[in-house]
């Protein structure tokens, strides 16, 4: 029997994955050939997809871009043997995009079958919620902290301080709730791992179940994903059945329900108090802080709000062990961190590699520059809300706190690739658009802000005024920073401040930007 592996994630499935499956079933029944169709994650090389894998005794050999019309010559050429063709890749481990990685939460994506439970086992799986099971909640909670492991949401705050501060309070009930709502440009590794390997979600959240006392899950995910959410229910209804879920968690005693809940798509809803006023069936509309969730959550109870790849870290780190996730990384930037590519970009798609690398080494040497091969003007970090870096940022190592120090963010991972065509101008004008457009209009200095701020920036370009109306900006930006209650109106003066100061030839400036 021959293993092939067609890719079930979305961005496989839009480029004709499912149809390419199909044409390889259909080809070996007609040939009377025994072959098996498994469907896997994407391995993250978007630009290779959809990418086959033919299982051979040398290791699994790929082949780019497959589509279905291609599948009998393929066939013929031998490709279920692992044959040479023009699309055919070699081994697709020793490919160097994925060679030199470091994959720890992305370790079995791409390579598993998303919803077998047995092949998660075989690969790893559940022997960290296995070690938990056994530890003190007290101990679990200690080994999160130790890692470093941070929030990789966005805000980067210590995963261990808010479970510990969950664990320490007094409640009949307490939740865990995942945000996956991941709305920011240029981001889509939640969306892999939700697809690619839901039961590494899974365990995560059930780990920190045990370990602050609470026996609810939410997984918040947005409509925009209903692949990710068909699969996530499938998997929880797999984990049920094999009581990985439930009244008894592996037999445990330790009691863990899981479900998920579709949001309507608001971008707010990504900030965690929007996302729980969705979750009871509200508005999603920011809260006031304090209190904070942790105490004073989902219902009003004690809530732990994680991004996806925060909990999907945790396995690793109740497996391994604290010392082992800490050994990667830099300062106080723990661990691995899941890059996106994306924008104009040669090579986009998911990289995970500790954190320390630089952001020239990962846009050029990793990416390979631009799609359209001009050269890269700017990229932005952290979503549409992030800051522009320029080529004098090359150098700086991709962390929280050094990433910082240039005035850019981290946020999610995710990194836009812009070449020398873009005007900078309307990418500035376009964040007080974007904030204007998704902003809960709960706080002035975001909902009127913002608005303001595309009339300033006009006016600008248009060459009104410009020493004024730069002055203006400038204090409407400190305003909307220091006066939002969230990062929505908090965080939009980040490309807006980077662009004027990068690129003020982009916006007719004639005047000098303080």
């Known amino acids: 029997m021959t293993k092939v592996f067609v890719p079930m994630d979305s961005a496989a499935l839009s480029m004709g ?7 390889i079933s259909d080809q070996a029944t007609k040939s009377g050939l025994d072959v098996t169709v498994v469907r896997n994650g994407s391995r993250g090389m978007l630009w290779l ?6 299982e051979t005794e040398a290791g699994r050999v790929g082949y780019a871009n497959v589509s279905a019309d291609q599948i009998p010559d393929l066939i013929a050429a031998g490709f279920l043997s692992g044959s040479s063709h023009d699309s055919c890749l070699g081994l697709v481990e020793a490919l160097d995009f994925l060679k030199n990685q470091t994959r720890i939460t992305f370790a079995r994506v ?3 079958d998303p919803l077998s439970l047995v092949d998660y086992e075989a690969n790893g799986g559940l022997k960290g919620l296995r070690n938990a099971i056994v530890m003190t909640p007290a101990k679990i909670v200690d080994e999160v902290t130790e890692s470093g492991l941070r929030g990789r949401g966005g805000a980067g705050f210590p995963a261990g301080i808010k479970w510990k501060t969950v664990l320490n309070t007094e409640s009949d009930q307490k939740y865990i709730c995942c945000n996956a709502d991941e709305g920011d440009s240029g981001t889509f590794a939640d969306r892999m791992l939700m697809e690619g390997d839901p039961f590494t979600l899974i365990e995560g959240m059930i780990i920190a179940g045990i370990a602050v006392g609470a026996t609810q899950g939410l997984i918040y995910v947005r409509s925009e994903y209903p692949h990710a959410i068909d699969v996530l229910n499938q998997a929880i209804a797999i984990a049920i059945e094999h009581k990985v879920l439930g009244a008894s968690v592996l037999g445990s005693g330790f009691k863990f329900n899981l479900e998920v809940r579709v949001g309507a798509g608001s971008y707010v809803c990504g900030e965690e108090t929007a996302m729980l006023e969705s979750l009871e069936g509200k508005r999603g509309m920011v809260r006031a802080k304090p209190p904070i969730p942790a105490l004073v959550g989902l219902f009003g109870k004690p809530t732990v709000i994680n991004n996806v790849m925060t909990l999907a ?5 109740l497996a391994d062990g604290a010392a082992s996730y800490q050994s990667f990384g830099v300062d106080r930037s723990r661990g691995t961190q899941v890059f996106q590519l994306a924008g104009n970009i040669l090579r986009g798609g998911i990289v995970e590699l500790p954190f320390g690398i630089t952001l020239g080494d990962l846009v050029n040497k990793v990416g390979g520059g631009t799609h359209s ?39 999610h ?20 658009e974007f904030c204007a457009e998704e902003s809960c209009g709960k706080c002035t200095p975001c909902r009127i802000g913002s608005t303001r701020g595309v009339e300033v920036i ?10 004024k109306n730069l002055e203006l900006l400038e204090d409407l930006c400190e305003v909307m920073t220091d006066g939002s209650l969230c990062a929505m109106g908090g965080l939009t003066p980040l490309p807006v401040r980077s662009a004027l100061k990068l690129f003020p030839a982009d916006f007719g400036i004639k005047v000098e930007v303080k």
């Open 110 to 112: 791409g390579v598993t």
């Open 17 to 23: 994955a499912n149809e390419v499956a199909q044409a």
């Open 458 to 467: 006009d006016r600008i370009v248009a060459g009104e005024e410009q020493a």
């Open 413 to 432: 991972g995710g990194i836009v690739v812009f070449d020398d065509t873009v005007n900078m101008a309307k990418q500035a004008r376009f964040a007080m």
């Open 313 to 317: 870290a945790v396995p690793m780190i």
């Open 49 to 54: 997809e959809p990418l086959v894998e033919v």
């Open 373 to 411: 091969g001009r050269p890269i003007k700017t990229v932005q970090i952290g979503g549409p809300l992030g800051a522009y870096l320029g080529v004098e940022s090359w150098d700086v190592p991709m962390g929280y706190e050094s990433l910082a120090e240039v005035g850019g963010m981290l946020g």
